[in-house]
């Protein structure tokens, strides 16, 4: 081994590195794995309660505009609302129950969320919802059949940031007992044990990286339309087109007449 | 056929876009609404279908008061175009054509059959069923925007500028097709334009509006370009429509020379005394198929070797040509001016040369055709039978 391996083998980091795969690898049954799940489940949850939420408050917004300003402020005033004090209001409601942790999380995203709905659903072109009426689709129709897929790039966007927001902020309940991956940082810095933490952040970081993941995948299933990535063939379509247009070059009149009687 | 009855339409803030509208849309007939913006032309439209609610008078489809049916319902059953196509950018072609098929409650596999047959009519290929509008061209989606308004085969057709956003080679391949389709297929069509040029070209008779929201005159485009009823609509019209109505007169009527042409094989000494003996600066050479290989100048034949063939001189292009059975007059002075040699060359269907024509011999027959004042060839009988002005 050389001089230099053997200094990057000696390196804090690498010893940090070396120790907390041991400890992650040893305790993944108890308690890394359970711990992981909650933090996803505890993420799952808040983010569907958000979406649940905003949809709606996003509709009421776009259809009343005078809605809009207070809604957005409401919201953003809530997220302006320390975390740790949220979850300790709740306390006396919801005892140590998930809900705790949730509840506030959910209504977090709405900051997100919700400008994200109403964005979505007014850059739904003009002329595409004036068809949608001339074609005849009632109000409903018209928006579970035509705003709400046109908007949902612009709603699944919003959803990869609150996502990464909430997976992170999920620790935090840690400290009123329920923040999953949380708790293997708290119980490190607790113990002075670098160990936990590391592992606590790094699966954090990952699962965020996993979700985003999920629904840049979720939204080129759903929206394979939005896709505007150059495909073999443009090219070609492109020179055909061409062809079309020469095909069908005009003559220099207009209509002609018909028969003299 | 659709009539709108002292139809007005009063915005709260006193805007009036359309005033006391009265106009009869025949059935089967191309209506081309035309004015400037803000003259209420496609508020009038909208009306129609309820996308707009009028504040006085009404509108009836066949007899019918259009505010009797639920609007959504009544939409389903006429076809709308809207400008920029509106085509829905999550759906494929063939889904965005079988949407008011759907709505109606057709199956699935007898939309999509429906859907390929109106791409087939609007001139596209099938394998474009299966893109998204964004994949095609401005053109393509304008196509595809007809195909749906026509899927349930609606009696009537309503169309908003729908060719206004494509560039004008296309626009004129567009409104093309849409004559041929109208020709087929004979709906009753409303179509709102600002452009007189396409409103001439489409229509079966011009509505003109003013700002304001008034009707100023209906009429057909011969008629309106002849006589305008007043200074707005002949400003609207342009001051080059005594040129446009030219359009309107056929070009068969003009007197063809024949005594013009020579064949490829003849000798540059034969040409010659030919030009001499006509006066004729220039004389149309054609091969032996009768087909126009170019013009030739006198001086070109002076100039030249007695025994050379014609087709071993430089000729001077014969430019544009014109069908002397289809074009009208507007073609032939079209083709007249931008040759080089001052004369049209006429055609017969399978483009072998009927003739020559001259500027001087066109201007002759397009003073024939008469003044601002005199009626198009096809009224002309009548006029000359009796009291028309």
Excluded at chain 2, 79 to 90: K, S, T, W
Excluded at chain 2, 142 to 148: D, E, L, S
Excluded at chain 2, 160 to 183: C, H, I, N
Excluded at chain 2, 310 to 327: A, M, P
């Amino acid at each position: 081994m050389s001089e230099a391996a053997a200094g990057a083998a000696d390196h804090p980091l690498w010893g940090w590195a070396v120790e907390s795969w041991t400890w992650g690898w040893a305790n993944l049954d108890d308690p890394v794995g359970p711990l992981l799940g909650e933090h996803l489940l505890l993420s799952l949850a808040s983010i569907a309660i958000g979406l649940a939420a905003a949809v709606p408050l996003g509709l009421l917004s776009v259809r009343y505009r005078f809605l809009y300003p207070p809604v957005l402020t409401g919201v953003n005033t809530l997220y302006a609302v320390p975390s740790l004090a949220l979850f300790f209001l709740l306390l006396p409601y919801t005892a140590f129950s998930p809900w705790t942790a949730i509840l506030p999380l959910a209504l977090y995203t709405l900051a997100i969320l919700v400008p994200n709905v109403v964005d979505g659903l007014t850059q739904v072109p003009d002329h595409v919802r004036q068809a949608a009426v001339a074609m005849g689709f009632g109000p409903l129709r018209r928006l579970l059949l035509v705003e709400l897929p046109v908007a949902l790039p612009v709603i699944i966007a919003g959803l990869r940031v609150a996502s990464v927001a909430t997976i992170s902020m999920v620790s935090v309940a840690s400290l009123v007992g329920l923040g999953g991956l949380g708790g293997l940082i708290t119980d490190g810095f607790n113990r002075d044990f670098a160990a936990p933490v590391v592992v606590g952040i790094v699966l954090s970081v990952l699962l965020a990286f996993a979700a985003d993941g999920g629904l840049v995948l979720l939204q080129r299933a759903l929206t394979p339309w939005a896709r505007r990535d150059a495909r073999p063939g443009r090219r070609r379509r492109r020179a055909a087109d061409r062809a079309a247009r020469a095909a069908t070059a005009p003559r220099p009149a207009g209509p002609q007449p018909e028969e003299s009687p | 056929m659709i009539t709108f009855e002292g139809v007005t339409k009063q915005y709260p803030d006193g805007t009036v876009a359309v005033d006391d509208l009265h106009l009869t849309v025949p059935t089967g007939n191309t209506t081309v609404l035309v004015g400037s913006s803000g003259s209420g032309k496609t508020t009038a439209l909208r009306m129609i279908n309820r996308m707009v609610e009028p504040t006085g008078g009404r509108i009836t489809i066949d007899g019918q008061d259009v505010r009797g049916q639920d609007p959504p319902v009544l939409r389903r059953s006429i076809g709308y175009v809207i400008q920029q196509a509106g085509l829905f950018p999550h759906r494929t072609v063939a889904d965005n054509i079988a949407t008011v098929p759907r709505l109606l409650g057709w199956s699935k596999s007898r939309a999509r059959t429906r859907a390929h047959e109106l791409l087939e009519l609007v001139g596209l290929e099938p394998e474009h069923a299966r893109r998204y509008p964004h994949q095609l061209s401005g053109g393509q989606q304008q196509r595809v925007g007809v195909a749906r308004a026509l899927a349930a085969d609606p009696p009537v057709l309503l169309m908003d500028e729908p060719f206004s956003a494509v560039d004008p080679v296309v626009r004129a391949g567009l409104q093309d097709e849409l004559l041929r389709l109208q020709a087929e297929l004979h709906k009753t069509i409303v179509f709102v334009t600002h452009d007189i040029d396409e409103a001439v070209k489409l229509g079966d008779s011009i509505a003109v509006l003013r700002p304001g929201g008034r009707l100023a005159q209906v009429a057909t485009p011969e008629r309106l370009l002849a006589e305008p009823a007043d200074d707005f609509v002949e400003s609207f019209v342009g001051y080059d429509r005594g040129v446009r109505r030219l359009s309107f007169f056929p070009a068969r009527h003009l007197r063809l020379r024949t005594d013009v042409i020579v064949t490829a094989d003849q000798t540059a000494g034969e040409a010659g005394a030919l030009a001499r003996r006509l006066g004729e600066p220039w004389l149309l050479v054609v091969d032996a198929g009768r087909r126009p290989l170019g013009w030739v100048s006198a001086d070109a034949l002076d100039a030249a070797e007695g025994r050379r063939r014609l087709d071993s001189l430089e000729l001077v292009g014969y430019g544009h040509v014109f069908t002397v059975s289809t074009d009208s007059l507007r073609a032939a002075l079209d083709a007249a001016v931008l040759s080089p040699a001052g004369r049209a060359v006429g055609v017969a269907d399978d483009g072998t040369v009927r003739g020559a024509v001259a500027q001087t011999e066109l201007g002759a027959a397009i003073w024939s055709v008469g003044g601002d004042d005199e009626p198009p060839a096809r009224d002309r009988a009548a006029a000359a039978g009796g009291a028309h002005e």
